[in-house]
């Protein structure tokens, strides 16, 4: 059984920073490939950020490169988003996901786990 929980919902102003949490619970307890995605009203869900637990260098949707950051915490079974910098476009709900397979695409269908999501509002 594997499940996934977000925290960290919160309104900001542009230009402001917020970070989410994800907390894995897994039998095995390992995280393997973890990914970030967003929707907002109107629009598809789309990847935002990926990382291999094992190794290798995270990836960025394109929207959001050098302003996010991706990273893990093995010991906590946990994995957060950084977001700083951050624009009203941004305003979404965010998902939490994990592969157990392929660990090199954003797409959605590459994920077989999904949190709940989690509300980010940035208001201009």
């Known amino acids: 059984q594997v499940q996934l929980v977000e925290s960290g919902r919160g309104s900001v102003e542009a230009g402001g920073s917020l970070r989410l949490s994800c907390k894995v619970t897994?039998?095995?307890?390992?995280?393997?490939?973890m990914g970030w995605f967003r929707q907002s009203p109107g629009t598809e869900r789309e990847g935002v950020a990926r990382?291999?637990?094992?190794?290798?260098?995270?990836d960025y949707a394109d929207s959001v490169k050098g302003r996010f950051t991706i990273s893990v915490d093995n010991a906590k079974n946990t994995v957060y988003l950084q977001m700083n910098s951050l624009k009203p476009e941004d305003t979404a709900m965010y998902y939490c996901?994990?592969?157990?397979?392929?660990?090199?695409?954003?797409?959605?269908?590459?994920?077989?786990?999904w949190g709940q999501g989690t509300q980010v509002t940035v208001s201009s």
């Open positions: 996901a994990r592969s157990d397979g392929v660990c090199y695409t954003l797409a959605r269908t590459a994920f077989s786990y």
């Open positions: 990382i291999n637990t094992l190794g290798g260098e995270p």
């Open positions: 897994a039998d095995p307890y390992t995280l393997n490939c």
